[in-house]
């Protein structure tokens, strides 16, 4: 049986402990909820004032130039470019994720209607997040296509097999389950049977090692605000592989996209490469601090990176999985997230049959900020840069005290909020 | 002959010169380009670091309830509302102008389609600001449209009695000239012809009394970080008035647009009226700096509110058209704004045979901040917000001292920065 002091010994030999350092950590809590928002990084604070108060309040519009406004969305890029296994100058940072899904699967779209034209179907699954399906599904009707939607991995290659998939469309880690995908394995089966392979990374980048170009995936978008502790709705990331960046003009064809955009012409140039992919200005100030958070995940790299990482997310994860078994049992919790390593992300979910968001907000209430997600199941997210052992088990023993002292049945926990 | 004394009076007697005590102004700056990013104001960099350091870093995700930020497009919007005519309801912050032009101008193609089927032009105007013309050839070439662009306003009629044009998009205000167009007279004659009106307010929310519903416009976007002060890269904002806004799902169908976005749901179901123009997670950290920047317009409210604000605008553009007159003859400066009140925006713009780049990097050399639009267009913005008269002479008595001394024939005027 695992103890708590055993946990402390974990955090003592811990050699990216000190990387909690980076951030501001909220007072007595443990966070468990960086999957969803990802929290302050220290630098973030002053370096968003002196974007606010020197840059735009003091320079004004020659910070376009002198701060070099006008290549942050390729500087931020490029870093995150180091994290998913990218090149130089092959990824931006623009808009939203879904902004950026409808850019990169039009052009997929494109793409695939030019090199396969009888290829109808966008293949995706039922559990990915809503917004992109909700995306897709407008698309795929745009282009006479059918959105086609599977109830469980093993479902994938049947479908490719068909012979009508035009553009897989998946997300590595689910956002709910946290289970994760073979990305080079599927993106591999998918150009075997003639589809484009494209990828979300919502909660994969910052979390996992990602190897977008090792995999041979063909585009990918991402989030800025979950483990790149970007801030809340901080710019997103597009990023097409070379093969494919230039061979469409994205429908989102903004001024910033444009080869020379200050020379201010009436007829469309796409910049090359991936710079075509920007749309409108960037928000700068929102851009500003994902560019700290970005670095925050960078301050790994001479301590072995996004696997080193990895290693302290699994460590997490397993004995957060461990202490439940455990520690909780007999509370009809059931793990959904899968034990195997290879096909887990950085978080764990639980589903119970019943009372899956009141014992959350009782959680919440003695400072443990998990999340729950609809129908019934309690989401935990583990960030190898600031989680600590201890708070594993520190979590656990305030879960086990919840469903055994019954205090999550309380009228209080049961009032919905507007954002769940 | 106007003197610098006279311009002191008005200063003087200028009810609304406090309003510019809401602003951090950059010391030693003539600040004349509010038209192409507004100042910042003195409640902006307080608000940002209240959101950074205590609604993200100590909230953290509890902050989409507890401090709002789930109805921030709406709570925003609903004050732009009142800016350009619109009422609540009606109005949300989102993503970049771009963005939203490509929803607002998709939808309008959509609606087009259906009610006017042999409708096959979309109508606007080559010297439009690039990114819409970008946006809209997209649409155009995606829905089988033309796009025709005029060269002058007067040929806008003609086309529009061609019975061929879908939707007439035009930017209220010129970008380059600051020409202002009459927003009801072109709308009742869009309709008349069977044409849908949408207007691009990028140079007209918060510069100018905007009456959205009066006019019967269809469908507008506008800019957050030019006259509303909202910081670089703001977002933007979309309105569409409530007889269209329900009949089309926008195709960038994102999980903010969505009914209800924290059921996760697979199929999409757009939310009721406006909202469904909201597509993924707004970046928090610009839409609160952009509050700031509409609560320092709203401020003219008790004073006059924006008929007010239109009253020192025009006296101080008529101003500056004056002086450069009476002071600037012979060297080759040309008005390419228009005197008429009715036809002017709250910029002006001169032009030259040459050298008009570096006479601007000659003026912002001594402080006074104009821009350069290609080809050989000085472009001056007058924010009455803030500007003052004494800056106006002020601002002319440069302009002829460059002129005069020909210190803008230096080389270093005439190096080309990245952005322009």
Avoid at 245 to 273: C, D, I, K, N, V
Wanted: hydrophobic share 45%; net charge negative.
């Amino acid at each position: 049986m695992t103890t708590r002091q055993d946990c402390l010994a974990l955090d003592a030999s811990d050699p990216l402990a000190d990387l909690r350092e980076q951030f501001v950590l909220p007072a007595g809590k443990i966070y468990l909820d960086g999957n969803s928002l990802g929290v302050l990084p220290r630098a973030t604070a002053g370096r968003v004032a002196q974007v606010v108060q020197k840059e735009w309040g003091e320079d004004l519009i020659e910070s376009w130039n002198s701060a070099g406004w006008i290549s942050l969305p390729q500087r931020i890029g490029d870093k995150i470019a180091r994290l998913v296994g990218a090149d130089t100058g092959e990824l931006v940072v623009a808009d939203s994720t879904s902004v950026n899904l409808f850019k990169a699967l039009s052009a997929a779209l494109a793409i695939a209607k030019a090199d396969a034209p009888g290829r109808q179907v966008v293949l995706s699954e039922r559990g990915n997040f809503p917004t992109d399906l909700y995306i897709a599904d407008g698309l795929a009707t745009q282009h006479g296509c059918e959105l086609v939607l599977t109830d469980s991995p093993d479902e994938i290659g049947g479908h490719l097999a068909s012979g009508r998939v035009a553009v897989m469309m998946l997300t590595q880690v689910d956002y709910q389950s946290g289970r994760l995908h073979d990305m080079a394995a599927l993106t591999h089966t998918a150009h075997q049977q003639g589809a484009l392979a494209l990828w979300d990374l919502a909660h994969s980048a910052g979390a996992l090692p990602v190897a977008l170009k090792a995999a041979g995936a063909d585009f990918a978008v991402g989030c800025g605000y979950k483990y790149l502790n970007g801030g809340p709705g901080a710019p997103a990331f597009v990023w097409v592989h070379p093969r494919y960046a230039e061979r469409f003009r994205q429908p989102l064809s903004g001024w910033m996209g444009h080869a020379a955009p200050f020379e201010f012409t009436p007829a469309y140039r796409p910049a090359a490469g991936i710079t075509r992919y920007l749309c409108g200005t960037p928000a700068l100030l929102s851009m500003a601090a994902l560019e700290c958070g970005v670095d925050s995940v960078l301050a790994a790299e001479p301590l072995g990176g996004m696997a080193a990482l990895r290693t302290k997310s699994l460590a997490l994860t397993d004995l957060f999985i461990a202490l439940v078994e455990q520690r909780c049992g007999g509370h009809g919790l059931s793990l959904i997230t899968p034990r195997e390593h290879t096909l887990r992300g950085s978080q764990v979910a639980l589903a119970r049959s019943e009372g899956a968001y009141a014992i959350v907000q009782a959680l919440i209430a003695r400072g443990v900020v998990g999340d729950f997600r609809a129908p019934e199941v309690l989401r935990f997210g583990f960030t190898p840069l600031y989680t600590r052992f201890v708070e594993v088990w520190d979590a656990v023993e305030h879960l086990r005290q919840v469903l055994t002292s019954s205090e999550w049945r309380e009228a209080r926990f049961h009032r919905k909020a507007a954002v769940t």
